[in-house]
């Protein structure tokens, strides 16, 4: 072999190796991270938090100051599997998969591994078990399981495939309410319109209002993503989640309104029809009074 050739073959088998390594090797740490939807932040939402509390070898709480999630009780996992059957089994299928009885696969959602927070959540907002199936969203009403009720059927669904997150508490009282409100402005507003009330999205869905929500329901949200709302996991610390929960359980919830009357929140829209009727009105009204005396 001559020697220009081996040296177009080396200078050919560089460039491929400074090409593919590179993809190679992302590839690779790709497999090796962790699950879809779980990050390897701190203090995000997983175990990998400050503290981490296990029993007999499996974890049953972890977190930091800002919040703690609690895995239920083990013990409820045969209350939870008979509730489960007769209010979820119907549509998710007996063993949770989403596969109904004489159904077809992925017809509904499977509940496996998805994480106690997530099917609280569901439970605890009245959105499960569903009044109506075939609905494009559900929608939130009184539940139809107690809280005792909505533990147990998440530690049956758990006991399958264990996973996080667990369910949050959220210590609202040492969170930062003016840090929650620009977070709030850049990570939920778009959505749910910074007044808190929701706004209709695409394809006749739409975001929920925030009103009367509890805190636990909030974080939930942020670290589960349902329906239409993305999951809030690796961009968003513990300490942040508790920050906007406070924002929204507060000043959303109980507005001060020190400029005057809130007006319903509905914003610059209804201040400007407010402004016309009593202004003008009042003008008009004037007018009116002046001409009569002359």
């Known amino acids: 072999m001559s020697t220009s050739r081996r040296v177009r073959l080396c200078a050919g088998g560089l460039v491929a190796f400074v090409i593919l390594a590179p993809l190679a090797w992302f590839s690779a740490a790709g497999a090796a991270t962790h699950p879809i939807y779980q990050t390897g932040r701190f203090n995000a939402g997983t175990p990998n938090s400050s503290v981490v509390i296990r029993k007999h070898g499996v974890i049953t709480s972890y977190g930091d100051s800002a919040i703690t999630y609690n895995a239920p ?16 089994a119907t549509c998710h299928g007996v063993d949770a998969n989403g596969v109904p009885p004489a159904g077809t696969t992925g017809a509904y959602p499977n509940l496996v591994g998805l994480g106690p927070a997530t099917i609280d959540f569901w439970i605890e907002s009245g959105r499960m078990p569903s009044s109506d199936p075939r609905s494009v969203q559900a929608m939130r009403r009184q539940p139809r399981l107690t809280h005792d009720q909505a533990l147990a059927i998440a530690a ?17 009282k040492d969170a930062n309410v003016a840090n929650g409100a620009a977070l709030f402005a850049l990570n939920c507003a778009a959505c749910h319109t910074i007044e808190g009330d929701g706004d209709a999205l695409a394809r006749s869905t739409f975001a929920p209002s925030l009103r009367n929500i509890p805190a636990t329901q909030v974080a939930e949200a942020i670290r589960t993503g349902p329906g239409n709302m993305p999951r809030f996991t690796g961009n968003l610390s513990d300490f942040q989640v508790a920050d906007i929960v406070k924002y929204v359980t507060t000043e959303i919830q109980h507005p001060r309104n020190p400029g005057g009357f809130g ?26 009074w002046v001409g009569e005396r002359q």
């Open 73 to 88: 009780s083990s013990a409820l996992a045969a209350l939870g599997r008979a509730l489960y059957l007769q209010n979820c």
């Open 156 to 172: 049956w669904v758990n006991s399958l495939s264990p996973s996080y997150p667990y369910i949050p508490t959220v210590n609202v």
């Open 263 to 288: 007006l319903g929140g509905l914003g610059p829209v209804a201040e400007g029809f407010v402004g016309l009727l009593i202004g003008v009105g009042g003008l008009a009204l004037i007018g009116f």
